[in-house]
């Protein structure tokens, strides 16, 4: 059995078509990418928990215009921004969860916040802000999430779907999530997930990201998991807690649970992919997209990028 730290993290199972991606946004998202892991390893290799480096690698993703989430959500139909997050602890299955928030800088530290000191699992509306502004946590104004590029595809969804002309959007258009699992020197798992959801979404949809067992999950006995993709089908499916019964209960490897799942998701319409880790320190990265911006470390921190079906850098 391994007994080396892992982390794994992804930018969500939507990614820019390969043609369409040119050399220079290759690699800032592969810097991106890179850079998440460095925050989540730096945790890792110093012996730190599995909880810490979730939390900072999610940030990381989260202070990234790049990715669908914190400083990069996408709009609703509405023209505002609602973010979900959710962390999850294996050693206990502690877990906190929040949905259609707007305000913390790091989704993900506001969630980690609600499962140390809520008293509960999960949180919304003004019940959570008003919980939120009493905790150690950076608030941001409305402006500071709201980019150009959000934006603008928000305005092109909006005209799509007044001319009811077809839908071509493509992956990167429909998904967009970003999460991180980690397996700590002392073989503690940890989960964390964070989405602003998908353009043009219904105001007040809330989706898998921070409904635990489905699109967040974590048990030392089993594995984390962290998912990104169509979240309706992944909550009817409780996509995270199958995979972990599966290994628990039908002996199962993480890497066939994994896989078996997103392949079934997909025949019911269930698009993306996950991010898992088992207690031995193995990764999981299946997707049944284009792509899936993801990366994970290696026994000594050698960092692994990838984006579409090609060889991990």
């Known amino acids: 059995m391994a007994d080396y730290p892992c982390i794994a993290i992804h930018g969500g199972a939507g990614t820019i078509p390969a043609a369409q991606l040119n050399p ?4 800032a998202h592969h810097q991106a990418l890179r850079a998440a892991l460095g925050a989540g390893w730096a945790i890792l290799a110093r012996g730190g928990a599995a909880l810490d480096a979730v939390t900072e690698a999610v940030a990381a993703l989260e202070d990234d215009p790049l990715f669908n989430a914190g400083h990069g959500a996408v709009f609703t139909s509405a023209g505002t921004i609602e973010m979900d997050a959710a962390i999850m602890d294996g050693i206990t299955r502690a877990a906190g969860a929040l949905a259609n928030i707007n305000g ?8 980690r916040a609600v499962m140390e000191h809520a008293g509960t699992v999960m949180l919304t509306g003004a019940g959570a802000e ?5 905790q150690n946590l950076t608030f941001m104004p409305p402006s500071y999430f709201a980019t150009e590029r959000r934006r ?3 305005t092109l969804e909006l005209n799509r779907r007044a001319t009811g002309a077809p839908d071509t959007r493509s992956d990167a258009d429909r998904h967009g999530t970003v999460g991180a699992v980690a397996r700590d020197a002392a073989g503690n798992l940890a989960a964390g997930t964070s989405t602003g959801g998908f353009t043009a979404k219904r105001p007040g949809r809330i989706g898998d990201t921070p409904i635990i067992g489905a699109g967040t999950f974590a048990d030392n006995a089993s594995c984390a998991i962290s998912t990104t993709g169509t979240g309706e089908v992944f909550i009817r499916y409780t996509a995270a807690a199958e995979i972990a019964a599966r290994i628990r209960h039908a002996g199962q490897s993480l890497a066939h649970a994994a896989q078996s799942m997103i392949s ?3 025949t019911q319409g269930g698009d993306g992919g996950l991010i898992a880790i088992s207690p031995t ?8 997209t284009t792509g899936m911006y993801r990366g994970f470390t290696g ?10 079906r090609e060889a991990f850098r």
């Open 281 to 288: 320190g193995a990764p999981a990265l299946p997707f049944n």
């Open 130 to 134: 008003a919980f939120l502004r009493g």
């Open 299 to 308: 026994p000594t921190g050698t960092r692994h990028t990838a984006i579409h």
């Open 152 to 154: 603008a595809a928000l």
């Open 24 to 27: 220079q946004d290759t690699e």
């Open 104 to 111: 913390p800088k790091n989704p993900i530290r506001a969630a």
């Open 264 to 266: 079934e998701l997909a």
